[in-house]
């Protein structure tokens, strides 16, 4: 069982940079695979990145490749969404999420945070 708690979100202009966190709890972090998801007002839930348990490898959709970076540091038991070049299109709300293995498909992601909400004005 592992609880997720998003932060960071908040409302900035095209161009700007945000990072958000997602804290875990549990001493089980460090096993799980971690992915982030948004959600845009009247769309599906997307799925935006993913990374390792170990952190060495992390996988992007196109939308935000090159723009998006995931990290974490599992001593301090948060992954990090490092968000660059934000468009207004990114708006939306950003979930954390955490699976047994990477995935980018929603139904492997067994634990979810509530979520927070980034506003990118255009």
């Known amino acids: 069982q592992v609880q997720l708690v998003e932060s960071g979100g908040g409302l900035v202009q095209a161009g700007d940079s945000l990072r958000l966190s997602c804290a875990a709890s549990?001493?089980?972090?460090?096993?799980?695979?971690m992915g982030w998801f948004r959600q845009a007002p009247g769309k599906e839930r997307e799925f935006v990145g993913h990374?390792?348990?170990?952190?060495?490898?992390?996988y992007y959709a196109d939308s935000v490749k090159g723009r998006f970076t995931i990290s974490r540091d599992n001593a301090k038991n948060t992954v990090y969404l490092q968000m660059n070049s934000l468009k207004h299109e990114d708006t939306a709300v950003y979930y954390c999420?955490?699976?047994?293995?990477?995935?980018?498909?929603?139904?492997?992601?067994?634990?979810w945070g509530q979520g927070t909400q980034v506003t990118v004005s255009s």
């Open positions: 999420a955490a699976a047994l293995w990477s995935s980018t498909h929603r139904k492997e992601y067994k634990w």
């Open positions: 990374i390792t348990w170990s952190g060495d490898s992390a």
């Open positions: 549990g001493r089980t972090f460090s096993s799980y695979a």
